[in-house]
């Protein structure tokens, strides 16, 4: 008969197993860390914010880290001055916004030889302030081609590297944002407006030069934003639907709350990156720290508790004390079939795959 509890306690109740099992065992419960000794993550814009304190949770507990960063420089830095051990950190270049970069970055990170567990697609930018719009090494509008497009490449090759991978238990996460779904409040608010992909005819019409916005309309930079965030949550439910069951492979996004002084808003008016943390410490309770959602999305890596594939992960819009994480119910410009389906194959023209 099977043993309902889990593997590890069959191990040590059953006086059949053979010592070694039970030894092993009791090593894992004493030193967590040791059984993620060996498994590797890949953490985009680990230089900063979030990614740099999950890279931080996630080096506690246990695991190797590739920080994939604009400048590696900066990043150990960084690391430095959180006082992280670089034993396990490992700083490659990605530049997102030019689709050679990443093309490098994998080959690069191929060149290592180390087998890849869990990918976070953190690395993002925010230009709220643009007056005209910028344009990436490849010519398309840069926060479309750094948050959307840079990481749908990068994700779509390295499936390669994580499918071969010995772990039965790998992971694709992916930063999503309330700013995005419509389905909460704060994915309703017009400044400058919701995010929309509308028919995509920015992306029919090939995302350059003049064509500046998802929908084909004028350029909003801070819709920019959210649109590009709205295409990560799309396509992280895209890559369960589609990978999920042949891979085993587990997609899931997070909104780890509001770290409303994370350098993601250095490009704002000073005062509004003055205010902003009050405001959400103090109005709506939506503040968490950059060190609090580096180890959610930590947990969302690591955890059993986060082992569901194609969710959305969130701890609420308002912060309260030993909140528990639930499956956020997403809006259906997010989980649109049809729409995905566009966005697949359209991402997919616009980064040379098929
Ligand atoms: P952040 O500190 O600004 O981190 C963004 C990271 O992205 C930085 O390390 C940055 O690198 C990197 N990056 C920017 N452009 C890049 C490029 N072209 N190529 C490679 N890396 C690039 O902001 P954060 O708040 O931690 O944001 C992290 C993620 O959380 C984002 O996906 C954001 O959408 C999401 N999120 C944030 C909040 C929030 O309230 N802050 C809420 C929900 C979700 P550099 O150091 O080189 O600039």
């Known amino acids: 008969m099977d043993c309902p509890k889990s593997p590890p306690c069959c191990l040590v109740a059953s006086g059949t197993k053979p010592l070694i099992f039970r030894a092993l065992y009791f090593f894992l419960m004493i030193n967590p860390a040791a059984d993620r000794e060996n498994r ?62 990443v093309r490098e970055f994998v ?13 976070v ?69 017009p400044i400058p407006a919701p995010a929309d992909l509308g028919d995509l005819a920015g992306f029919e019409q090939g995302f350059k030069d003049p064509i500046t916005m998802a929908n084909g309309k004028l350029f909003k930079p801070g819709k920019a934003y959210k649109d590009s965030k709205l295409c990560n949550m799309i396509i992280s439910l895209e890559l369960h639907r589609r990978f999920h069951s042949s891979t085993g492979i587990t997609f899931s996004s997070l909104y780890p709350g509001c770290v409303a002084d994370s350098p993601l808003f250095r490009h704002s008016f000073p005062a509004f990156q003055r205010i902003f943390p009050w405001f959400q410490k103090n109005v709506t309770g939506g503040y968490v720290s950059q060190e609090l959602a580096g180890n959610r999305v ?26 528990q994480q639930f499956q956020q119910q997403l809006s259906s410009k997010i989980t649109d079939l049809a729409t995905a389906e566009k966005v697949w194959d359209l991402s997919s023209k616009l980064v040379g795959l098929n």
């Not at 507990?61 to 959180?82: E, F, N, S, W």
């Not at 080959?107 to 990918?119: E, G, M, T, V, Y």
């Open 107 to 119: 080959k690069s990170f191929r060149n290592l030889n180390l087998p890849l567990d869990a990918l």
């Open 40 to 101: 590797l993550v890949i953490v985009t814009g680990a230089s900063s914010g979030v990614g740099l304190w999950a890279t931080k949770a996630l080096l506690d507990l246990g695991y190797k880290v590739v920080m994939a960063v604009r400048d590696t420089t900066r990043a150990q830095i960084a690391a430095a001055a959180l006082g992280l051990s670089a034993k396990k950190l490992i700083p490659l270049t990605l530049e997102l916004s030019d689709l050679n970069s």
């Open 121 to 189: 697609i953190n690395a993002a930018i925010y230009k709220p302030l643009l007056k005209e719009p910028e344009w990436s090494a490849q010519g398309y509008e840069f926060t479309m081609a750094t948050n959307h497009l840079g990481h749908f490449l990068l994700t779509r090759l390295l499936l390669e590297d994580l499918t071969n991978s010995d772990n039965p238990d790998r992971r694709v996460i992916t930063l999503g944002t309330v700013t995005a779904n419509s389905s909460e409040l704060g994915g309703k608010i």
């Open 298 to 323: 930590a947990q969302v890596v690591d955890s059993n508790e986060f082992n569901a594939s194609g969710v959305h992960w969130s701890w609420g819009n308002r912060q309260k004390k030993n909140q």
